[in-house]
């Protein structure tokens, strides 16, 4: 069993409140939950500052390989909308035989 985490630190645009924040982000997640139903998909971080968030997605599967497709797919999804920046994207992997 494998466990992929990834954490995207979005820049967003032209934003000057959370209210509006929330209506970026919020469509944001729902896309990547509808496009990947299998992952976990959550804003993690940033969440009192208007400009910037931070996207966890996790992905529980049998091989690396899957975990890996996964998480680059949903990182390409994020990356894609005109409306924000991807600042960065860290990946981890974990599996049942880590001490």
Known sequence: M?????????LLGDVHSLKQ???VVR?????????FP??????????DLHRRTEIGVAV??????NCGEVLEACERLVA???EIELLS??????????D
């Open 2 to 10: 494998y466990i992929g985490a990834l954490t995207l630190d979005i």
């Open 60 to 65: 529980v599967s049998a091989t690396a390989a």
């Open 38 to 47: 299998a992952a976990a998909v959550a804003e993690t971080g940033h969440l």
């Open 89 to 98: 994207a860290r990946r981890s992997l974990f599996n049942e035989h880590e």
């Open 21 to 23: 924040k929330r209506s």
């Open 80 to 82: 894609s909308r005109p």
């Open 27 to 35: 469509p944001l997640v729902a896309e990547v939950r509808r496009r």
